[in-house]
Nanobody, 128 residues
Framework: QVQLVESGGELVQPGGSLRLSCAAS????????LGWFRQAPGKGREFVAT????????YYGDSVKGRFTISKDTAKNVVYLEMSSLNPEDTAVYYC?????????????????????WGQGTQVTVSS
């Protein structure tokens, strides 16, 4: 099993920045990719970004391209999500998720069902 713990969510003003962290533990050798998803009240889970753990591939959702940056520290088993130019539409619970297989990654990285391990989520609220 892979355990994931997110941190860094808080209330931020529109236009502000925030960095989320996700610490992985347990069977981290099984991780193929770590991703971020978010879920706003009354909406489905939305893909935000993902990064290959042992490779260089990374992908972003259309709504966050150019504003969010995903990065990793494999020595510390941590993935980060740097968020800038935040707006109220970014308000959501942000979840970290681990994918343990690489097959078809380039075609399915945005699908929540391909990530079997999830953290508990961290709340990000963008409001003045």
């Amino acid at each position: 099993q892979v355990q994931l713990v997110e941190s860094g969510g808080e209330l931020v003003q529109p236009g502000g920045s925030l960095r989320l962290s996700c610490a992985a533990s347990g069977r981290t050798s099984e991780i193929y990719a770590l991703g971020w998803f978010r879920q706003a009240p009354g909406k489905g889970r939305e893909f935000v970004a993902t990064i290959e753990w042992s490779g260089d591939s990374l992908y972003y959702g259309d709504s966050v391209k150019g504003r969010f940056t995903i990065s990793k520290d494999t020595a510390k088993n941590v993935v980060y999500l740097e968020m800038s130019s935040l707006n109220p539409e970014d308000t959501a619970v942000y979840y970290c998720a681990a994918r343990v297989f690489g097959s078809q990654f380039a075609f399915s990285y945005f699908l929540p069902r391909t990530y079997p391990h999830w953290g508990q989520g961290t709340q990000v609220t963008v409001s003045s």
